[in-house]
C-alpha cells in the first residue's frame, strides 16, 4: 500500500529535537508539499523541494527498471546525479534496496564496513558523501524509482525529518509518473468519447481506490500505467479490473 499523508494533520514535533517544530519550518514544508503536487507543474525541479526542507546537501530522482526505465529524472548538483550513476552502473546501492523493501534505507555513514553495497561503497570512496538516504516511490502496485538525498557529513536524519521525506517522496511519485505517462506519445491510453468507455474508467478507478486505498486521481494514475507498462488500452485494463480479472493486491503480491 502507498504512503499516505493527510495535508492538513502535519506533524508538529521534531523527534530529533524533543519538542515543538518551529512553525516556519512547517511553512517551508507545506509550501514543498503545495509544489510538489501541483499537476501543472510539469516542468518544475523536483529535487528542488527536498533540499528546502531536508538537512541535506542533495538530491536525485530516478525511476528504476520496468516499465519506465533506468534514468536520473533530476539531480540537484554533479554529485547527486553522480551517485545516481554509480547505482545504476553497478545495480546495487540504497535506492535499488528501498524500491525492491520499499521501505527508506537510512545510512548515517555510507562508508560504514557494515554496508549492503560493497561495490557502490568502493565506488564512492574518492566522493565527500557522508549521510546518504533512499526512498522508495511507488503507486499502489507501481513500482516508480527511488529518491536519493545526501549530506557531506555523516548523521542521520530525525523521525520527524523522515516522516517529511516520505511525505514528499509520495507526492514526487504521482509527479515523475505522470511525467512519464506525458512524455510517452505511444502510451495506450485511448478512451474515446462514447459514455459507457467513461463509465468503466470511473467505475474502475473507483474499484482501484478501495483497493489500494489511493485518492481517486491517483488511482486513474496507477491504472493508466499499468495499462502502459502491459502494452494495453485504459479501456480494456478498465473492463478487467471491473470483472475482477485484475485485482491489485493480487498484482502487488504476484499471486
Known sequence: MAPSWNP?????FDAGAGGMMPSSGRRV????????SDPDHV???LCRPFLRTLPITGAAISTLGPPFGTETVCASDDRAAQIDEFQFDLGEGPCWEALSTRRPVISADI???SAAWPMFVRAIEATDIGGLFAFPMFIGSLNIGAVDLYSTRPGNLSMSQIDDASALVALAARQVLRRALLARPGVPDAIDDEGYSRRLVHQATGMLLAQLDLPAADALLVLRGYAFSHGRTVRDVATDVVARKITFPAEYDGS
Do not use: C, G, V, W
Open 111 to 113: 562508508r560504514n564496513p
Open 43 to 45: 516542468n518544475s525541479d
Open 8 to 12: 492538513h494533520a502535519i506533524r508538529q
Open 29 to 36: 514544508f507545506a509550501a514543498a508539499s503545495r509544489e510538489l
